[in-house]
């Protein structure tokens, strides 16, 4: 046997566990960092804020606006002044007599003096509908037909009891209406809840500007 066999074979016996080192292959813990190789956390530990601009907030300027701010007592609702809320008795008075005048026209079947009472910009939503003028005197001529009769007595629940608002006078009614039945022949009591909004259609003429179902 030549002796570079011998040799071959002595080396090959010797190192048997461990397999020969490949051209690429590094062995642990002596990586060699590469300069053009960056990570994303690496990009972020690298990041420098940039030069500030001339003209710019300074930082100071910041931390002084924001430690301002903290140092001024919060507003509590001791030291805040109530609004004094908008209250006009003439104007509510004015708005419940419509009411009445409303319900009397209604209870005497009497729609057209019923809509007097209704300003000509009315309009509300029902089921998802859009109601006017029109449309609301339909629904009332509908009531009336299903309620005449010479039992019929509109009522209130409820003293009325008016809310002013920006937009006008808000009233939340209950309507008590005593009926005969046309199909069995029997009286029947109706409740109707409304949210009805007034609005002064001209000087202290107070009008159903709204009718809303309330459920």
Not at 41 to 51: Q, R, S, V, Y
Not at 61 to 87: G, M, N, V
Not at 184 to 210: C, H, K, M, P, Q
Request: glycine share 2%.
């Amino acid at each position: 046997m030549r002796s570079e066999e011998i040799e071959q074979q002595v080396l090959v016996e010797d190192n048997l566990p461990r397999l020969a080192p490949k051209p690429w292959y590094e062995a642990e813990g002596d990586i060699t960092e590469q300069p053009w190789l960056a990570s994303a956390t690496d990009l972020l530990i690298a990041w420098h804020p940039e030069a500030a601009t001339l003209g710019a907030p300074q930082p100071d300027a910041w931390a002084r606006y924001f430690q301002d701010a903290l140092r001024q007592p919060a507003a509590t609702a001791e030291s805040t002044p109530l609004a004094k809320e908008p209250w006009d008795t003439a104007a509510a008075s004015v708005a419940v007599d419509t009411l009445y005048r409303f319900l009397r026209a209604l209870q005497s079947m009497d729609v057209d003096l019923a809509m007097e009472c209704v300003s000509a910009n009315y309009h509300t939503m029902h089921r998802d509908l859009d109601m006017d003028r029109d449309a609301l005197r339909l629904r009332l001529d509908a009531m009336i037909d299903s309620w005449r009769g010479p039992e019929l007595r509109i009522t209130l629940a409820e003293i009325p009891d008016p809310i002013f608002h920006l937009a006008g006078i808000l009233i939340r009614v209950t309507l008590q209406v005593d009926h005969r039945d046309k199909a069995s022949g029997s009286l029947l009591t109706s409740l109707l809840s409304y949210v009805v909004w007034f609005t002064e259609d001209r000087a202290n003429l107070w009008l159903i500007r709204s009718l809303s179902v309330v459920d």
